[in-house]
């Protein structure tokens, strides 16, 4: 409830902005509503539309700065634009170098990608990036997501190219080359280049190391990084979603 009074000084949330934030905050969900003082947020920080993005982060160390600071926190995520997300603090140094004044280092990310973002304006709620508050979670409080690739500016990581490392993707690989790097997914031969998202083909697991592991995989310096078929349902919109950016296309 806090959390929620804290965003609506400078957000407007209907209803279903509180059903979603009363089962969801704090935690990876991102909630898109519309601006209700232009001065409060600065034009920058929303890149000029007439809409913020606001969350409620989980992790202890995130709570306590803001717990600290007292305000809210304007925060662009550690990765250089277009690359993969950096989840662990060795990955975020490294992505941001001296450009960054200060690191926190509150240990590995639990979640692994970046939060659901969900836009609550007129008309149906839109789903703007899937995350680990899945579609059917937030259906099953709010009614059916529209898509919402018209948004694409509301939201991060909406780029056809993002998250991308530099080596190029292959997707739904069952048996990669031997020039490649492969992330696995089950059960999958041991190998220098090989990186198992999950033996046990959990997909909590997998997303937890998606990003560390297509890191890893890039640092090989492999022709390719050949990845294993992921399920679309639950989770796996979001795993694949990452997946298809990082290569190149959606769809």
């Known amino acids: 409830m806090r959390d929620r009074v804290a965003a609506e000084r400078f957000a407007r949330l209907d209803d279903r902005a509180r059903a979603l934030t009363d089962a969801f905050w704090p935690g990876p969900l991102t909630i898109v509503a519309p601006l209700t003082d232009p001065t409060a947020v600065c034009d920058l920080a929303r890149a000029g539309l007439d809409t913020v993005a606001v969350r409620a982060p989980a ?7 803001l717990r600290e600071f007292g305000r809210p926190i304007v925060a662009p995520s550690a990765n250089r634009s277009g690359r993969p997300s950096p989840t662990t603090f060795a990955d975020a140094v490294a992505e941001t170098g001296s450009a960054a004044a200060l690191a926190l280092d509150g240990g590995p990310c639990a979640v692994g990608l970046e939060s659901t973002v969900v836009a609550l304006l007129d008309g149906p709620p839109r789903l703007l990036r899937p995350g680990a508050v899945t579609r059917a979670q937030i259906e099953a409080l709010i009614g059916p997501l529209a ?7 509301r939201s991060p990581g909406r780029l056809t190219r993002h998250y991308a490392p530099n080596a190029p993707l292959r997707l739904d690989v069952d048996h990669p080359g031997a020039d490649e790097a492969f992330l696995a997914f089950g059960p999958a031969p041991d190998g220098p280049r090989v990186f198992n998202l999950s033996p046990g083909r959990d997909l909590g697991e997998a997303a937890a190391n998606l990003f560390a592991y297509l890191r890893a995989a890039d640092a090989t310096q492999p022709a390719a990084i050949a990845v294993a078929p992921i399920p679309e349902d639950g989770l796996g919109e979001a ?3 990452r997946l298809r950016r990082a290569a190149g296309y959606v769809g």
């Open 147 to 153: 898509e919402a690739e018209a948004d694409a500016a």
């Open 239 to 241: 795993i694949n979603d």
């Open 59 to 65: 992790h202890p160390l995130a709570r306590q700065v």
